[in-house]
């Protein structure tokens, strides 16, 4: 059983297109959320699919018309997808304000992409205060202005439906990285599949499969121990990375990848006013790099959670020119050495083929935890 | 009991077989790495030297950048983890190991009782590698065993500021245009390395006993900038380039005996 859900998972990572045209074919209207953090909850309400677009593993050609070498090959890769008509079909994108990489994706999309309407998420730095929450429901009302152009339709009560549905699967993929963490022989490119196809598929519907996974595994004896880490990091999902992962015995026992477990750390609160529910969700958002705390709680969670969960090391798997992630790693490294926390880094970009150097880091990193 | 080390860089290969994990028996080293047929002829040169044949040896771990292509080992091990044995092999109160190879610079720390705790490495760039030295003499037209008879006479060294291999060649043809003298110039290149190096080294965290290994251990140019740029002795062995290979051949005796 647990073997069958994994592989319908890996079919749904690896194809979000056919995933895309499916929903297409059933008369709905799909938007296309970038990352880091979207009000998906709100595009949910108003009728539309969200869909996560944060790029491919791809050759980037079209997006050097726009952006210089020096921008993330995440972002790069979404322009070069939407130049390209990979996304064509999609009503619109919400790309928020969340780094000043993000910042240029929607500018330029604006004239790149000329079929696909950008639509801003403006978040506010300073998202906790009364006047930051304010900001980010002006944000969302702009959200919910351009959605309803495109023929959606807000109500309270579907907001909060919607916002239902989000708080059940953030807790279907606690549980399950809760669950992953005692079970060995689910590997990291397995665990990979299950987090990615989150981003092509209506939510209750994965959460429904995500719930039978979690059965499951719970009837099922976990598999010989590996070596525990903690990955952190924007994206892991590149194959290369989590072979390499699986072909030296790591076992994830923890990640904090802000397109994994940083997205279901937070609930919406309960709440009569939907929308400003949502805001109180952000502004209780934090351990990201993206989200400004001028106190860096998410050092202190890496270390504290790698310890909890018994993690041996911690792999920082840093996306090639992503400045927020690049300011907090000295601190992360710091951190984990007072803990007596080995730590590795290792770089990683969409338009990587070879990761030779990539496994000679790993490989010795294992050897450090082992010997 | 022989074990064999099979190191397959970028650039060379070396080899060695390990008497009881205790010393070097012998040790070959071929011009030409990964996808070569460096270590062919390296490992002809041992068989040659030590009069053994692959029936002698009880295992063998192959290391370096070609260990996953080559077949014929019995495992491979990362040749980082092989430096900081091989290092502590030939010194026994080894902390750091600053390796450069032709392709690419690690440094490799090591606890008090020898265990590897951290490591750094520069990757997808030349500078401060082998491969930059390599270059630069070429621009210069001279042996790159030359440099530490050149860089001795030198009075005030040559700044070279490019941090990028290719921007540095236009630099030092330029500082040529403009008469820099030949010794300032190649003690700017060996500092230039020797600075990048460094940073590296620092973000590892520099502990002595220093040692310097990989091909470019051997020219003293470099390795006395190093010394002034770090502020610490760097040991030398002439068995520096074989590192790794020995490394190598003592992870399979210590497979093997524990
Ligand atoms: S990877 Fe980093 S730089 Fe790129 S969009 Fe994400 S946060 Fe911004």
Redesign the pocket.
Known sequence: MVNELLKEFHEIAASPKAQMDRYLAEGRKVVLTA??YTPEELIHSMGFVPFGAWGADTELKRAKEYCPAFL?S??QSILELGMTDVYKGASAIVIPS??D??KTLGENWKYAVKDIPFIPMTYPQNRKPEFGMNFTIAGYERVKADLEKLGGTFSNEALAHSNEIYNRHNKAMRDLDEVLARHPEVGAAARSDVFKSAWFMDKAEHTELVEKLIDALKNQEAGEAKLPVLVSG??TDAPGLNEILDDLGMHIVADDV?AQSRQYRTDVPAGDDALKALAQKFSGMDNC??LYNQEKPRIKWIADTAKARGAKGVIVVM?K?????EFDYPLIKKACDAADIPVAIVEVDRQMEHYEQVRTNLETFRDILMM | MYTLGIDIGSTTSKCVILKDGEYVYAKGLAVGGLGTQGPEIALNTIWNESGLTKSDIARTIVTGYGRNRFEGGDGEVSELTCHALGGRFVFEDLRTVIDIGGQDAKVITLSESGKMSNFVMNDKCAAGTGRFLDVMAGILCVDINDFEKYAEKSKSPASISSTCTVFAESEVISQLANGVEMPDLIAGICDSVATRVASLARRAGVRETVCMSGGVARNGAVRKAMEKELGVRIEFDPLAQYFGAIGAALYAHRQLTR
Do not use: G, H, R, Y
Not at chain 1, 321 to 325: G, R, V, Y
């Open positions: 990352p880091v993330c995440i972002v969340l780094c990489t993000l924007i994206l802000a790099s993206v996306t020119f992503c400045d927020p992630e």
